[in-house]
Each structure stands twice: as structure tokens, then as C-alpha cells.
Antibody, heavy 122, light 107 residues
Framework: QLQLQESGPGLVKPSETLSLTCTVS??????????WGWIRQPPGKGLEWIGN???????YYNPSLKSRVTMSVDTSKIQFSLQLSSVTAADTAVYYC??????????????WGQGTLVTVSS | DIQMTQSPSSLSASVGDRVTITCRAS??????LNWYQQKPGKAPKLLIS???SLQSGVPSRFSGSGSGTDFTLTISSLQPEDFATYYC?????????FGQGTRLEIK
């Protein structure tokens, strides 16, 4: 069973860059069945997909955030990371990392980290 | 982007009730539809994938159906632990998108 754990600052100043890391255990980050994703949830609101990364480094970003998002993967550390630049208060949210299983017939987020609240404030 | 619309947005029900939540896609997504349950302060949990495939360990009182643009999640007999928020999510095209959620409350 995959386990994921987010880490990073809980407070980021406006206009700065939000940086989070997700550590994977219980499985291989180099699996060809999984992409590694980030999803966020503003307080009291719904879920928004930020992007996915494959172990090879291929990235897929939400067009609404693409200009500000960078994702990377470090297979040696079994980690993947998110950077979101030029943050504003609207980026305040719980950020989840998740494992995105994909095959010909189906794809879904089947394992999630516990989530980490990131607040954008001066 | 494919828009996912859930109804109702909130629902009050009693233990033992049969409950149905609907999810509609803005275009056909075949059966690329997943359902998640989220409890306060917790991450979402996958319940059903591919519209009707129950995940391992999920009670059989949960079921999903539909294809194309219209989907349903049914809980056959509500249990106290089922009171939560439910989200549908399409994986037919990128970006994957979620419904706005249905909050299931105790009557």
C-alpha cells in the first residue's frame, strides 16, 4: 500500500514561491503504472488538480496554473516536488500529494498524503 | 476543461436511508468517472473507479453506475460513518476535474 507524506513551509509571503515535497513509501516511485500528482483544496471549498509528473520527468499541468507551476521528481530520494510561484492569498489551501494510477481502462487517485495547509500571508 | 456538476450540493438523511448522488459531465466521458469520500480534516478516499468498480475494502452498500454524461453514487443503507462529503472526478481528459462536492449530513 502506497503511503505519501507532504512536507514544506506552512506560511509563504505574497509574491514568493511555494515549495512542497512529497515522500513516497510502500512502493516504487519508478512504477510505470503511476503518475505523481498534486491537488489543492482552499478552506471550505472543492478539489483542484494542479499537475502530475511521471518518474521519467514528464509533466502535465493544469492550464489555469501552468505559468506558475514547476514539478520535479527525484527517484533516488523517492520524492517529488511542487513549486508554485508568485503566490497570492488565493493560493491559500490544503495541498495534497497523491498517486495517480493509470491504465487503458481507468485512471484515478488511489493513495493520498494527509495534506498540508499552506497559508499565503505577509 | 470538462465541467462536472453534482446534485444535490447538500443532503440530509438518516441512518438506514438509501441515498443517491448524481454527477453530470459537460461532455461524454465514457466510464472514466471516479467517486471519493472526504471526512473533515482528512484526505479524500477513493470509493469507486471506472464508474462502477468498487475499491477493495469499501463496503458493498456503496455502488456506482452510469456512462457517457450521467452517473450516480448510491449508498443502500446509510451508516453513521458515511456522513461526509462526496466528490466525483473525471479522468477522461486532462485536466482531471472534480465535481463541487455533495455534503451528506445527519438528519
Amino acid at each position: 500500500q502506497l503511503q505519501l507524506q507532504e512536507s514544506g513551509p506552512g506560511l509563504v509571503k505574497p509574491s514568493e514561491t511555494l515549495s512542497l515535497t512529497c515522500t513516497v513509501s510502500g512502493g516504487s516511485i519508478s512504477s510505470n503504472s503511476y503518475y505523481w500528482g498534486w491537488i489543492r483544496q482552499p478552506p471550505g471549498k472543492g478539489l483542484e488538480w494542479i499537475g502530475n509528473i511521471y518518474y521519467s520527468g514528464s509533466t502535465y499541468y493544469n492550464p489555469s496554473l501552468k505559468s506558475r507551476v514547476t514539478m520535479s521528481v527525484d527517484t533516488s530520494k523517492i520524492q517529488f516536488s511542487l513549486q508554485l510561484s508568485s503566490v497570492t492569498a488565493a493560493d491559500t489551501a490544503v495541498y495534497y500529494c497523491a498517486a495517480f494510477f493509470s491504465n487503458t481502462w481507468s485512471s484515478y487517485f488511489d493513495s493520498w498524503g494527509q495534506g498540508t495547509l499552506v497559508t499565503v500571508s505577509s | 476543461d470538462i465541467q462536472m456538476t453534482q446534485s444535490p450540493s447538500s443532503l440530509s438523511a438518516s441512518v438506514g436511508d438509501r441515498v443517491t448522488i448524481t454527477c453530470r459531465a459537460s461532455q461524454s466521458i465514457s466510464s472514466y468517472l471516479n467517486w471519493y469520500q472526504q471526512k473533515p480534516g482528512k484526505a479524500p478516499k477513493l470509493l469507486i473507479s471506472a464508474a462502477s468498480s468498487l475499491q477493495s475494502g469499501v463496503p458493498s452498500r456503496f455502488s456506482g453506475s452510469g456512462s457517457g454524461t450521467d452517473f450516480t453514487l448510491t449508498i443502500s443503507s446509510l451508516q453513521p460513518e458515511d456522513f461526509a462529503t462526496y466528490y466525483c472526478q473525471q479522468s477522461y481528459s486532462t485536466p482531471p476535474t472534480f465535481g463541487q462536492g455533495t455534503r451528506l449530513e445527519i438528519k
